[in-house]
């Protein structure tokens, strides 16, 4: 069985940093890419980054470039979002997805972990 599992979510004040965890297991890194989005309240769920099988980042939102940064532990089945300088506007919740090729779109993810709160606030 393929599941995701997020964690990691808190609550933050502006500037701060966060770190939030994907463990997979049912499958490893190297059969799926796996890409983090978020969605905030009222809105589409709305692609982040994405790490490809080689290890290449792939960036979906101009707003947090520079920011935030995406790395896997292949010994851990693990991919992680590391969040920099975070912003009330980052607010929300933080879900990763596996697929087989990156995407921005949401639609064509086939597994989804069930999501980490984030909360920026003062």
């Known amino acids: 069985q393929r599941q995701l599992v997020e964690s990691g979510g808190d609550l933050v004040q502006p500037g701060g940093s966060l770190r939030l965890s994907c463990a997979v297991s049912?499958?490893?890194?190297?059969?799926?890419?796996i890409g983090w989005f978020r969605q905030a309240p009222g809105k589409e769920r709305e692609g982040v980054l994405c790490?490809?099988?080689?290890?290449?980042?792939?960036n979906y939102s101009p707003s947090v470039k520079g920011r935030f940064t995406i790395s896997s532990d292949s010994a851990k089945n693990t991919v992680y979002l590391q969040m920099n300088n975070l912003k009330p506007e980052d607010t929300g919740v933080y879900y990763c997805?596996?697929?087989?090729?990156?995407?921005?779109?949401?639609?064509?993810?086939?597994?989804w972990g069930q999501g980490t709160q984030v909360t920026v606030s003062s």
């Open positions: 790490t490809s099988r080689s290890g290449t980042t792939i």
């Open positions: 049912g499958f490893t890194l190297e059969d799926y890419e």
């Open positions: 997805g596996a697929i087989y090729y990156c995407s921005r779109s949401a639609v064509d993810y086939n597994w």
